[in-house]
Every structure is written in C-alpha cells, then in structure tokens.
C-alpha cells in the first residue's frame, strides 16, 4: 500500500466528511507534485466508480455528476495529501472510499480504474437515513 486514506466514517443524512489520502512513498522517479489524485468508491456488490480528481496541472477537479456540487477534492502537494470534503451526505453515498494515484505525469484527469497505478486500502464512509 503506497497511498493512506483516512476519515470515514458513519454519519447521518446530511452531515459532512473529510477523507484524507497521504501519499508517503510513490512508485522509484514518480512525485506527488506531478501526479493526478482521484477518490473511487465501491458499495457492495457494485463495481468500483470515480467520484472525483485533483490535477498536478493547476488543480483542475473534475467531479462525478451524482456528486457535483457537494464534494470538493484539494490537495497540498508540500504534504503529499488530497483531501476530500463531502457534505450534505446521502444513503447512497455509502461505499468504501479509495485514493489512487497516476503517477504517470499525464495531463488529463482520468476516470478509469486502469488509469491508476497507486492505491490506497479505503476507507468506509456509512450514511444512515
């Protein structure tokens, strides 16, 4: 495991979180500084979707549609963290929450698993109606 996410949790409809992923070691030759950092979730027995990313390039964001508006991805390249500030928090937000990292220096912020190469081990988030 080369990325650690943290800040889950189990709150109600309506609250707030704020995940953290740290990135303490990286692939031989690759930064933080130049990588793109996205969260994925995985609910059970769903597949594993983007939720939002963080550029290395200016920190451009780019956010899944369910959730535009209420989720905010920052990061802090002198800390090697991206953190994610989730509020107005649904049921169906409830999932195991992962940073990844493309550590590749690409430009673009992808949405796909594959175009990751670092992950964390997640971290639950539980919303109860």
């Known amino acids: 495991v080369q990325l650690q996410a943290s800040g889950g949790g189990l709150v109600q409809a309506g609250d707030s979180l704020r995940l953290s992923c740290l990135a303490p070691?990286?692939?031989?030759?690759?930064?933080?500084?130049?990588?793109?950092v996205a969260w994925f979730r995985q609910a059970p027995g769903k597949e594993r979707e983007f939720v939002a990313g963080?550029?290395?390039?200016?920190?451009?964001?780019d956010y899944a549609e369910s959730v535009k508006g209420r989720f905010t991805a920052s990061r802090d390249n002198a800390k090697n963290m991206v953190e994610l500030q989730m509020n107005n928090l649904r049921p169906e937000d409830t999932a195991v929450y992962y940073c990844a990292a493309d550590t590749t220096g690409l430009s673009q912020i992808r949405r796909e698993v594959v175009g990751f190469d670092t992950w964390g081990q997640g971290t639950q988030v539980t919303v109860s109606s």
């Open positions: 070691t990286l692939p031989p030759g690759r930064t933080f500084s130049r990588s793109n």
């Open positions: 963080i550029g290395w390039i200016g920190g451009r964001t």
